[in-house]
Nanobody, 123 residues
Framework: QVQLVEFGGGLVQAGGPLKLSCLAS????????MAWYRQPPGKERELVAA???????NYSDSVQGRFTISRDNDKNTVYLQMNSLKPEDTAVYYC?????????????????WGQGTQVTVSS
């Protein structure tokens, strides 16, 4: 079994920083793409940032230049450093990862989601 658990959400004033972490645990052979998504109130879930195993990153236009995604492969952890936060960044933030759970047989990754962590930015 694999679990993704997010940490670091909370209430922050506009303009401030916040850092999210997501730890993958369980039976893990390797982790491919890791990403952060968010779902603002009353809206659909959207991609915020993603990072490949070779640390190639991409960001949504709305967070480019303010957010930084990174990963620590030794710790099976992905981070999201959020700076210059705006009220419109308020959302539930979800961790997502493609994880291979076995090192034998055909290589196969499965997609997993965390339970989400609330980020609220006050104006």
């Amino acid at each position: 079994q694999v679990q993704l658990v997010e940490f670091g959400g909370g209430l922050v004033q506009a303009g401030g920083p916040l850092k999210l972490s997501c730890l993958a645990s369980g039976t893990i052979f390797s982790i491919g793409r890791m990403a952060w998504y968010r779902q603002p109130p009353g809206k659909e879930r959207e991609l915020v940032a993603a990072i490949t195993i070779r640390e190639i990153t991409n960001y949504s236009d709305s967070v480019q230049g303010r957010f930084t995604i990174s990963r620590d492969n030794d710790k099976n952890t992905v981070y999201l450093q959020m700076n210059s936060l705006k009220p419109e960044d308020t959302a539930v933030y979800y961790c997502n990862a493609d994880i291979a759970t076995r090192g034998w047989g055909p290589y196969q990754e499965y997609n997993y989601w965390g339970q989400g962590t609330q980020v609220t930015v006050s104006s």
